[in-house]
């Protein structure tokens, strides 16, 4: 850091003798902040925004800021916006008592008058690390309060712990001695790892939105198209959240629904939901936005379609050359397929060229994900059309390649699959979304499966000639196209343990659609009998074991998906996993904890277990993975110039 450090110049401005006020204009964020709390008053312009976001890096405010945010606006107040990290606007701050004064005006101007208009008052007081924090009536169970709260969102993470210790210190301790217990917190933090990792997710979220194709097509030479007029066609759980997304960005959108029952159920959900996000945000609900209509005809002058009907290539080609001969030319034709081939819908229209996957995650208008999925023949103006109107929508969105799954539902099935191997060999699905639910993810493979509903995979499989009745019995149940195969999802669906929605999958509900998951003791002795029937002996499974079969599968895939050139670099993996599977922002991604590991250490346990799994291919290291340790493991960012390499070699 070059110029004066922080803290000092600090002091000596709050110890100054003349009235100082901070002139506050646009962002005051971290030592912004924390240097305007060193002045004995503070102006903010209307449309300053001010906060300590420092937690959402995995560090704390160090200059201060968790010493006098709260001596000056109280111990929860200090606690919300420090443990959260969260911007208030000016309004905000001065209801919350952190500025004095709010103008729409020459900030300065108005800073200088008002100096002139105190220089008479004692100072005294106006210094915050000479009082004390206004005392709250419990101070211990308002921090035990507190420490549950960040240690149950924060899900591992340990810069929100820290926080609420450093402000813990505020409040009981002088402030010299505050400051040294927020010095020595913040030394912990640095040391963690996981500071790095929130900063790398800091910068690669950004770096996404410089997507490339294989092409040479990029960000940068590619002019989005402007969009006026959306549509949607099928109005189920995707395509209702799509639509208020949509709308949400004050696009008109036309939804298409073909019985007129389906269409009247959709609109009042899409009114409610667009109502409620209303509230929420403290703005009024944009419901004449959005036109409902039985004919597909009613999207003729739309600019953009997105397609969200089942998940059925038969019917999806249907609607794609029914949508070639209705829409005006030049119109957008995306798919919100999961994982069907984009290039084989794009052949269904003459200008396969205008065709790209929208993949959201649902529900749609509140996960940050968006895959945009190129096809081999989607336009360069396309691409770039549907990554703008993603970020529009305040998506993350991550341009990828076509291919089975694309880049998330691709890694996602090794990680499945291993899980249900990991129950064949002795685990169970709480001990399995035990370990994963440990190590940071917001929810175990199980219960996101139970929550996603069974029957999903089930029908994919069923295409795939992977599964059919009858098939999960007999010799060959645990073997299908020479690897090893489970069953246990397909004997689970047979009975018609669909998760959730049914009140049982992997665990047990209290009612169908209920939320709170028990163990099904069911499902044990289900595990027990199916191991012996198959002659498999359970062992003790460690929650090590779990993570490594599990996550290092993952990353394998992602090595392979590097060396496909399916996603551009490790960032894309990795915000995919962030913003749309619920992989521990602190652990910074898969691709990037794979780095943390240490390569070597991931190759090695991958050998070990391919040789343990000989029937389980993607065990096999992939070779982008080898090269990289055999180049010495270079760090993330330089990861890419490997990848070429591979890559100019296929
Ligand atoms: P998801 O959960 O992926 O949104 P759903 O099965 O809930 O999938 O929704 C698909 C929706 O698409 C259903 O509401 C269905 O009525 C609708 N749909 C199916 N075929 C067509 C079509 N040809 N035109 C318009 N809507 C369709």
């Given at each position: 850091m070059s110029g004066p450090p922080l803290v000092p110049m600090i002091h000596a401005i709050e110890a100054a003798e003349k009235p100082v006020v901070a002139a506050i204009e646009g962002l005051a964020l971290g030592g912004g902040l924390e240097l305007a709390l060193g002045c004995h008053y503070r102006i903010a312009h209307s449309k300053a925004r001010l906060g300590l976001p420092e937690v959402s890096l995995?560090?704390?405010?160090?200059?201060g800021g968790t010493q006098r945010l709260p001596r000056l606006i109280g111990v929860p107040a200090a606690l919300d916006l420090i443990t959260t990290g969260r911007h208030v606007t000016a309004a905000e701050a001065l209801k919350l008592g952190i500025v004095d004064q709010v103008t729409d005006h020459n900030t300065v101007d108005a800073a200088v008058k008002f100096a002139l208009s105190v220089r008479e008052h004692s100072l005294n007081a106006r210094r915050i690390s000479n009082n004390l924090c206004p005392p709250p009536s419990d101070l211990d169970a308002l921090f035990e309060g507190a420490m549950q709260k960040v240690r149950q969102t924060a899900r591992g993470a340990v810069a929100p712990v820290a926080c609420v210790q450093a402000v813990r210190a505020a409040a009981t301790m002088p402030y010299t001695q505050g400051m040294e217990r927020e010095k020595e917190l913040m030394a912990t933090l640095f040391t963690s790892g996981q500071a790095r990792a929130l900063q790398y997710c800091f910068f690669a979220q950004r770096a996404v939105g410089r997507w490339s194709m294989p092409s040479g097509a990029r960000w940068d030479t590619s002019k989005p198209r402007p969009i006026h007029k959306a549509a949607v066609i099928g109005l189920g759980t995707m395509g209702r959240g799509i639509t208020v997304a949509l709308a949400q960005t004050g696009l008109s959108v036309v939804a298409v629904e073909t019985q007129e029952k389906q269409l009247m159920e959709a609109k009042q959900a899409v009114s409610g939901m667009l109502k409620r996000g209303a509230k929420r945000r403290g703005v009024a609900p944009v419901l004449d936005l959005v036109s409902y209509n039985c004919?597909?005809?009613?999207?003729?002058?739309?600019?953009l379609v997105i397609e969200a009907v089942f998940e059925d290539m038969d019917l999806k080609k249907k609607v794609f050359q029914q949508l070639s001969a209705v829409c005006k030319p030049g119109t957008l034709l995306c798919t919100n397929t999961s994982a069907l081939d984009i290039d084989h819908l794009a052949s269904q229209t003459p200008n396969p060229e205008l065709v790209v996957g929208m993949h959201f995650f649902a529900p749609a208008h509140v996960m940050k994900l968006l895959e945009v999925v190129y096809g081999s023949r989607s336009s360069p103006q396309v691409v770039a059309t549907a990554m703008q109107l993603g970020k529009k929508m305040g998506k993350v969105s991550v341009a990828v390649g076509n291919?089975?799954?694309?880049?998330g539902n691709r890694m996602l099935k090794p990680y499945m699959e291993h899980a249900f191997f990991l129950l064949e060999d002795g685990a169970t699905p709480e001990l399995v979304d035990q370990a994963l639910e440990e190590f940071?993810?917001?929810?175990?493979v199980f219960r996101m499966s139970d929550l996603s509903g069974l029957d999903v995979g089930w029908r994919v499989r069923k295409e795939d000639g992977l599964a059919h009745p009858g098939m999960a019995l007999g010799q060959a149940a645990r073997v299908r196209q020479g690897r090893r195969y489970s069953p246990l999802a397909d004997l689970l669906c047979e009975q018609d343990r669909f998760g959730q929605k049914t009140g049982m999958g992997w665990y047990q509900y209290d009612k169908p659609g209920g939320r709170v998951s028990r163990p099904d003791p069911w499902l044990h002795s289900f595990l027990e009998e199916y191991r012996a029937r198959h002659g498999l002996v359970a062992r003790r499974i460690d929650h090590q074991e779990v993570l490594e079969r599990c996550l290092y599968t993952m990353i394998n895939e992602g090595f392979r998906i590097l060396e496909d050139g399916?996603?551009?670099?490790?960032e894309d993996i990795d915000m995919i996993y962030v913003f749309g599977y619920g992989w521990p922002r602190h652990r910074g991604g898969p691709m990037f904890y794979a780095g943390m590991v240490g390569l070597e250490r991931v190759l090695e346990r991958l050998e070990h277990y391919h040789q343990a799994h000989p029937d389980v291919p993607y065990l096999q290291p992939c070779n982008l993975l080898r090269r990289l340790v055999a180049s010495g493991s270079p760090p993330i960012h330089r990861w890419r110039e490997v990848i070429k390499k591979v890559r100019s070699q296929l």
């Open positions: 995995g560090l704390l405010p160090a200059a004919n597909l005809q009613a999207v003729a002058d739309a600019d291919c089975r799954g694309f880049v940071g993810f917001a929810m175990g399916i996603a551009a670099g490790p």
